[in-house]
């Protein structure tokens, strides 16, 4: 219901505000981008700028209205630069290679679920995988799973499209304060218009490409100062609890051990291969899992399991974990007793469990392939 304040507003701009928006979303639905579904947490601080608490981040209509005004915002300007015949800067995001294509299509097929070949690449296809997880155990690890399929986003006076927005054409232009691209693409619709000289330059629009390649080099590295900051918080918040054990998800899985990210902070920690148990562990890429070779035990992409926290680094934002053995509790694990029989029955043989190469420090978390 509208208070004291929205009241005035209500007939003469939120009513047609969300008609608008009504329009919006019917038209995005007909073009289907790509729907995946990945919470964003948010960290709040205190007046100290201690970390308070750590909380899903919100995400209401309001929020949905101004995001796909800025799309069209975005779109209108790419159209406009086009139609004046001055190059843009646009958003570039490429659709997935083969090679991550066919390794998604074999990951997806050991859960049953079947990406065709042979048809168009379109975000629809992704959509109905997507769509066919929704609720199940399966539901996050395949929506991180897609994530990674696709390419990484970038700028260039080259229209190759917006796979992701299923858009033909789509330059930043509503971000002035946080992008260099958004001041390109004002510049360009100056010179377009004719609004006056601050226009692009004839040598300035000669350099583009160059300034798209830089100008994506330093979001990158913009991206990893901002994961580097929140790691930090992240520690300094979990080191008074170094000792606890909590549930955690596998983010991520590598030869030389599993990410997880600890519920509900979303702190990402490494189990080093060395401190899983005493079988030998062989990394199956293909389908994102470590592989006991005599127990058979699995850990997988988007498993959940019990872990214990003991260290958090707060200077490189790193959380070491240990894994939390309790059969009662985890069903299908192998007890600690078992893993020493192995262990044994390996020593007699010549054999040597695989602990890796040599044992990681929590530091080395920023190993992680992150392929945003």
Do not use: W
């Amino acid at each position: 219901m509208p208070d004291e304040l929205t009241e005035p507003l209500l007939e003469p701009v939120l009513k047609p505000l969300y008609g608008t928006f009504k329009a919006i979303m019917k038209a995005r639905a007909k073009r289907a981008p790509l729907e995946l579904d990945l919470p964003e947490r948010k960290i709040q601080l205190d007046d100290h700028g201690h970390v308070a608490a750590i909380t899903l981040r919100d995400r209401f209509d309001a929020h949905k209205i101004v995001e796909e005004l800025m799309i069209t915002a975005n779109v209108c300007a790419a159209e406009e630069l086009e139609k004046h015949r001055v190059t843009a800067m646009y958003r570039v995001h490429e659709e997935p290679p083969m090679d991550k294509m066919e390794s998604l299509r074999e990951f997806l097929g050991t859960l049953d679920l079947n990406l065709s070949r042979g048809n168009v690449m379109m975000p629809r296809l992704f959509n109905g995988i997507l769509e066919q997880v929704k609720g199940s155990p399966h539901e996050h690890m395949v929506n991180e799973v897609v994530l990674r399929s696709q390419t990484q986003a970038y700028y260039s006076p080259d229209n190759m499209g917006h796979f992701g927005l299923a858009l033909p054409r789509y330059a930043h232009f509503t971000s002035p304060i946080r992008r260099y691209a958004d001041l390109i693409v004002h510049r360009g619709l100056i010179r377009a218009l004719g609004l006056g000289k601050d226009g692009l330059t004839d040598e300035q629009m000669d350099k583009l490409s160059s300034i798209g390649e830089q100008i994506s080099s330093t979001e990158r590295r913009a991206m990893a100062a901002e994961r580097e900051s929140t790691d930090r918080y992240l520690a300094n918040y979990l080191a008074d609890h170094v000792g606890d054990e909590f549930m955690g998800r596998i983010t991520g899985v590598t030869r030389f051990g599993l990410f997880v990210s600890l519920e509900p902070s979303g702190g990402d920690g490494l189990i080093p291969i060395s401190e899983i148990g005493m079988d030998f562990y062989s990394h199956d890429e293909a389908h994102h899992r470590l592989v006991g070779e005599s127990s058979g035990e699995e850990f997988k992409l988007g498993d959940r399991i019990k872990v214990r926290l003991t260290e958090a680094n707060r200077f490189t934002g790193g959380l070491k974990l240990n894994l939390v053995r309790e059969d009662e509790d985890i069903p299908g694990l192998t007890s600690r007793k078992q893993h020493k029989k192995l262990g044994a029955r390996h020593a007699r043989s010549g054999g040597r469990p695989a602990r890796g190469r040599g044992k990681p420090s929590a530091s080395s978390k920023k190993a992680k392939s992150r392929g945003r």
